[in-house]
C-alpha cells in the first residue's frame, strides 16, 4: 500500500513539472500554463488598441471619433476646454438683443438658458406732490392725526416729494386701500402705478468653445444688461 502512495506522488510531481514546462507539456497533450504563451486568449481580444489608461476625473474618448455637430456649432464636448457665459438680469427688450447676439455668433438654439422670472406691478397710493417742505409735514400731521402713516417718496422725480399711504401688488388692492382710506377722511390721495408687470430675464450659455465666446462678448459691447460675461461660481 505504501509503495503505491509513493508511486502516485511521483507520478503527480512529475505531471506537475510536466505542465510548468511547455516543451515536455505539449509532447505529452499539457496544456501550457505559463503568462504570456497563451494565444488563444491574445485572439479573444477585442480592438486591444482601444484600451485607455485614465487620469482621475478625466473622461474616455471614442477611438476614431472626430469634431462632431457640437463644436462645429459652437458648443464643445466635455472633453474640451470650454467657457460659461451669463447676462442679465435684463428686461424683455433687452432679452431679445440678446438673444439676436447669440444667433449672430453661433450659438445654435438650445445651446443657451433662458432664466426667466416674473415680475408683479406695482401700485401707490399717493399724495402729493409737494414742492415746499412746510406743505409735506403739514399733510404728514394730518395724517397722523387720523391714526395712518404715510411713506415720504424722494423717488421718481415727478411724484417728489410726496407720501405713500401703502404699496400693491395689484391695482385692485391699491383702489381699495384707497377706499378705505376716504372712509376715514382722506380727501386728496389717488392710486398711481409705479411699475408695469413684466419679467426678468438671466441668460446663460453652460459651455461655449472661445472663438465663439470672443465673438459673443465683442456683440454685446458696452451695454451693462445684455453684456456676457463668465458665469458666477
Known amino acids: 500500500m505504501l509503495r ?3 508511486a502516485a506522488l511521483l507520478a503527480a510531481n512529475l505531471l506537475f513539472w510536466a505542465w510548468h514546462h511547455t516543451p515536455v507539456a505539449q509532447v505529452m497533450g499539457l496544456p501550457a500554463s505559463e503568462p504570456g504563451r497563451e494565444p488563444e486568449r491574445l485572439q479573444r481580444q477585442i480592438h486591444p488598441e482601444a484600451i485607455q489608461l485614465l487620469k482621475p476625473g478625466s473622461r474616455p474618448v471614442a477611438v476614431g471619433s472626430t469634431a462632431g455637430p457640437q463644436a462645429a ?3 464643445v464636448p466635455a ?5 460659461c457665459l451669463e447676462a442679465g438680469p435684463m428686461s424683455e427688450v433687452a432679452a431679445g438683443t440678446a ?4 444667433g449672430q455668433a453661433g450659438v445654435p438654439a438650445g445651446g443657451w438658458v433662458d432664466m426667466r422670472r416674473d415680475l408683479p406691478g406695482r401700485w401707490i397710493v399717493y399724495m402729493g ?38 404699496e400693491f401688488g395689484t391695482q385692485a388692492e391699491a ?14 390721495a389717488r392710486v398711481l402705478q409705479l411699475a408695469s408687470p413684466g419679467a ?23 451695454d451693462a ?8 461660481p
Do not use: F, I, M, N
Not at 472633453?79 to 467657457?83: F, G, V
Not at 438673444?99 to 447669440?102: I, T
Not at 444688461?225 to 458666477?232: E, L, V
Open 4 to 6: 503505491l502512495l509513493v
Open 99 to 102: 438673444l439676436r447676439d447669440l
Open 225 to 232: 444688461a445684455t453684456r456676457w460675461q463668465a458665469c458666477a
Open 175 to 188: 383702489q381699495g386701500r384707497l377706499e378705505r382710506l376716504q372712509a376715514r377722511g382722506v380727501r386728496t
Open 129 to 166: 406732490r409737494y414742492p415746499e417742505r412746510d406743505t409735506l409735514l403739514k399733510k404728514t400731521e394730518e395724517l397722523q392725526r387720523l391714526g395712518l402713516v404715510a411713506t415720504e417718496l424722494k423717488s421718481p422725480g415727478e411724484l417728489a416729494p410726496g407720501l405713500a399711504l401703502g
Open 79 to 83: 472633453s474640451t476646454t470650454a467657457l
Open 200 to 222: 426678468e430675464h438671466r441668460l446663460r450659455v453652460d459651455r461655449v468653445a472661445p472663438a465663439v465666446a470672443e465673438r459673443l462678448v465683442a456683440l454685446s459691447g458696452q
Open 73 to 75: 456649432a459652437g458648443l
